[in-house]
């Protein structure tokens, strides 16, 4: 098999010929590295490459060849997102004040996907410390998004979906505490999924706001997607938000959804207060050609009030800052990463304060700035007790939706991808970006986005998403497969399959 079909297979497909002999993983691993190798530099979906890589695959091969039995995903080649931190590998979290650090741990996600005998390939870029709906606001540099190297990947996890889009990795981690994996699937169009909160463990993950983060899957098809979350998933004793349900098999449901009948009698929910107004004409058309297909193939589209999901983005952007500014405040030169000492005989302060400057991009400075106003005593009431409790309400909008239909569908994101540079310098329109991924994050509930197809007014990709109630992970899978079989099978083959030949972009 060529290295120009080993790349473009399904992680599903590759485990297959790897179980079967066809393929060896040191053969699959290589193909992805020399995809690295070419596209890379025009990419930039990744902070760092392992060196070791080809000597975990060799490791993978000898143990089957022995006989060992090994996980269903052994030996294919996973990109892991720079929030995570790596033993093996530095984990910077896209950010200058962590640049060169190597954890003593792995995160537990990183250790299961180890045991599970994926080959991680190296690590990928984001937006500082997730922050972001572009990765721009990487310290090292932005990625360049696959379908239009003059745009946007998405954010924060751009590296990751790009490394998908680009064929450069079949499976990629990534975190959500926003958006971070489902705006960037959108835009790139890939599938993201973030599971129920406390659904994947967070112990190893840089936090940015312990009460919205998740981490998750990142790849092609949503049956990938499903053997990824099966290998990271489930209680961790590490992590105390850590959920001790007995998870059935994403996957498993994932096959159910593309092979069975679930979208007959399927409630899709519609929120009405979410108008086409806000959205780029393209996205709704593309929006509503999806929930067409799923009325013909037997669901029922019910619409529904959730009022309060209006004020998602002011309620997160006061959560947030004010969860950052406490998890970035050990960033304080003395336990991790960069130290300035401004002059000699610095006070201990200074070598702070000038590390911190040094140390964090302009966001992390306005977000920690912003939470800091937020908790402070004479404000508390006002803005981060005033989010608590619309976040209260929005929660209370889906107990409401979720009593009424099985799902809900948006739009994964208001607009494609954006042009490198256009929203940078206004953040808020970067933050109207998470409109419709947010409110997932603020109730802890599960979401999926899959690629509905091609903007009609730019011809770039679209993504659905779908949300459920927590604990319904797999009711996603189910639907995002159904969706997704019935949309390849009307486009002949997958969407990313018509973006455009990388090498012929610019
Ligand atoms: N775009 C959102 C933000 O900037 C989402 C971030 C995330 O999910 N990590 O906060």
Redesign the pocket.
């Known amino acids: 098999m060529s290295s120009a079909e080993l790349i473009t297979l399904s992680a599903a497909d590759l485990a297959e010929r790897l179980a079967s002999g066809e393929v060896s993983s040191v053969e699959v691993t290589r193909a992805h590295l020399d995809r690295i190798a070419d596209v890379d530099g025009d990419v930039h979906a990744f902070l760092h490459v392992s060196d070791h890589a080809l000597e975990v695959a060799d490791d993978i091969d000898r143990r089957r060849s022995a006989g060992e039995r090994l996980g269903p995903v052994a030996g294919v080649p996973l990109a892991i997102k720079d929030v995570l931190v790596t033993t093996d590998m530095p984990s910077t979290s896209g950010s200058r004040i962590l640049e060169g650090y190597l954890s003593p741990f792995d995160a537990t996600v990183v250790a299961r996907s180890r045991a599970a005998g994926l080959v991680p390939l190296g690590k990928t870029n984001m937006d500082e410390f997730?922050?972001?709906?572009s990765t721009e606001h990487s310290a090292y540099g932005p990625t360049r998004n696959p379908w239009d190297l003059t745009r946007i990947p998405g954010?924060?996890g751009g590296g990751s979906a790009a490394a998908v889009a680009a064929y450069e990795a079949p499976l990629a981690l990534g975190?959500?505490?926003?958006?971070?994996i489902r705006q960037p699937a959108h835009v790139t169009g890939t599938v993201g999924v973030k599971p129920t909160y406390g659904g994947v463990s967070r112990y190893g993950a840089i936090a940015?706001a312990s009460s919205l983060d998740q981490v998750g899957p990142v790849t092609r098809t949503v049956l990938d997607a499903g053997l990824l979350h099966d290998v990271i998933g489930g209680h961790d004793h590490h992590d105390s938000t850590s959920l001790t349900d007995a998870w059935p098999s994403f996957a498993e449901a994932a096959r159910e959804g593309a092979r069975g009948d679930v979208l007959k009698g399927l409630r899709i929910g519609v929120v009405k207060e979410l108008p086409d107004s806000g959205f780029q004409p393209g996205v709704s058309a593309s929006f509503h050609a999806a929930l067409t297909a799923l009325e013909a193939h037997g669901a029922q589209i019910v619409e529904i009030s959730a009022p309060h999901f209006e004020y998602g983005v002011a309620a997160y952007y006061l959560i947030?800052p004010a969860e950052a500014s406490s998890n970035l405040a050990k960033f304080d030169s003395v336990r991790f990463g960069m130290r300035v000492t401004p002059h000699a005989g610095a006070t201990v302060e200074e070598v702070m304060a000038a590390t911190r400057d040094a140390g964090f991009g302009d966001e992390v400075k306005r977000r920690i700035i912003l939470g800091t106003y937020a908790l402070s005593a004479g404000y508390y009431d006002a803005y981060y007790g005033s989010a608590q409790k619309v976040r209260t309400l929005i929660q209370r909008d889906f107990a409401d939706a979720f009593a009424a239909v099985d799902v809900i569908a948006t739009p994964s994101a208001p607009t494609t991808a954006f042009r490198l540079g256009e929203k940078i310098d206004d953040p808020l329109q970067m933050y109207l970006n998470?409109v419709t991924t947010i409110p997932a994050n603020l109730a802890g509930v599960p979401g999926i986005s899959i690629p509905s197809g091609l903007a009609d007014d730019d011809g770039l990709p679209v993504g659905i998403q779908f949300l459920a109630p927590a604990r319904e992970d797999a009711r996603l899978y189910r639907v995002g497969a159904a969706l997704e079989a019935l949309l390849v099978d009307a486009w002949g083959g997958p969407l990313l399959a018509r973006a455009p030949k990388l090498g012929e972009v610019r």
Do not use: K, V
């Open positions: 997730a922050m972001g709906s954010g924060s975190s959500d505490t926003g958006g971070s940015l947030l998470d």
